[in-house]
């Protein structure tokens, strides 16, 4: 029983899904990500900086 990647019809697969995933990255370089209001639906309250998060969360990573 050959290993998964050993296949290489998997391989060229997998391979062809890493460069997919590289060129959107490489696409969309220096682009700011979509905002939506999804954190809002889901819990009820509107999104927040990462930045103002960890200023209120600051004293649990001092510990």
């Known amino acids: 029983m050959?290993?998964?990647l050993g296949d290489p019809t998997t391989?060229?697969?997998a391979l062809e899904g890493?460069?997919?995933?590289?060129r959107h990255?490489?696409?969309?370089?220096g682009s700011p990500a979509?905002?939506?209001g999804d954190?809002?639906?889901l819990t009820g309250r509107p999104?927040?900086?990462f930045g103002?998060?960890?200023?209120e969360h600051a004293a649990a990573f001092r510990a």
């Open 11 to 13: 391989f060229a697969a």
């Open 18 to 22: 890493v460069e997919g995933l590289l």
């Open 47 to 49: 999104a927040r900086a």
């Open 34 to 36: 979509e905002v939506t």
């Open 52 to 55: 103002a998060w960890a200023a």
């Open 25 to 29: 990255w490489a696409a969309t370089d």
């Open 2 to 4: 050959a290993c998964a």
């Open 39 to 41: 954190t809002e639906k």
